[in-house]
């Protein structure tokens, strides 16, 4: 399973962006889902993260701000963007937490997209 992770972007405070991972790969099931960032200089946080039941968790800097959602039919998770601040700026990633059918067995795995940069200026 691969991800593919687009819609970053320079906006300005208080704007809003929103991104999306697309996972492709054969005979697969996203579980658990997510998005990370990581700020020059800082470590990796989480962002955001879906249940395949729909339940969601928040970093505490983005809760109020931030959404995601998944679309399972298009393999799809997204991260709605709002009110945006200089302190978002970071690369942002996705991952997945997946089963995959494809072999003789059954595999599980986490898989991390590449980085998209988001930039937001004040």
């Known amino acids: 399973v691969q991800l593919q992770a687009s819609g970053g972007g320079l906006v300005q405070t208080g704007g809003s962006l929103r991104l999306s991972c697309v996972a492709s790969?054969?005979?697969?099931?996203?579980?658990?889902a997510g998005w990370y960032r990581q700020a020059p200089g800082k470590q990796r946080e989480l962002v955001a993260e879906i249940t395949s039941g729909g339940s969601t968790n928040y970093g505490s800097s983005v809760k109020g701000r931030f959404t995601i959602s998944r679309v399972d039919a298009k393999n799809t998770v997204y991260l709605q963007m709002n009110a945006m601040k200089p302190e978002d700026t970071a690369v942002y990633s996705c991952?997945?937490?997946?089963?995959?059918?494809?072999?003789?067995?059954?595999?599980?795995?986490?898989?991390w997209g590449q980085g998209t940069l988001v930039t937001v200026s004040s």
């Open positions: 790969g054969s005979r697969f099931k996203i579980n658990t």
């Open positions: 991952s997945a937490d997946w089963i995959s059918w494809a072999s003789e067995a059954p595999v599980v795995a986490r898989t």
